[in-house]
């Protein structure tokens, strides 16, 4: 059964590619966006997206959506 409460109070990273979406979940802070590259920091890494034409569909305090064609994810510690 789904536990909403577990859903609503989870606050583990995650990143989630879907129907050409990527979703960035519980993330801390955005380091620099370029229409070819973004930076996010989490609590142990920075992820680095590389593509063409990435733009934020969506932002949340602690969510954001990004789309666009995605070449690379980089995980740097």
């Known amino acids: 059964m789904f536990n909403v409460m577990r859903y609503i109070n989870d606050t583990d990273f995650q990143?989630?590619?879907?129907?050409?979406?990527?979703?960035?979940v519980?993330?801390?802070k955005i380091n620099y966006?370029?229409?070819?590259?973004?930076?996010?920091s989490?609590?142990?890494?920075n992820i680095v997206v590389n593509g063409?034409?990435?733009?934020?569909?969506k932002l949340l305090e602690s969510e954001i959506l990004i789309v666009g064609e995605f070449f690379s994810i980089e995980f740097r510690k």
Do not use: A
């Open 42 to 45: 989490s609590k142990n890494q």
């Open 26 to 28: 519980n993330y801390e």
């Open 52 to 57: 063409e034409n990435l733009r934020v569909k």
């Open 15 to 24: 990143i989630i590619y879907w129907n050409g979406n990527l979703n960035i």
């Open 33 to 40: 966006m370029e229409d070819s590259k973004i930076s996010i």
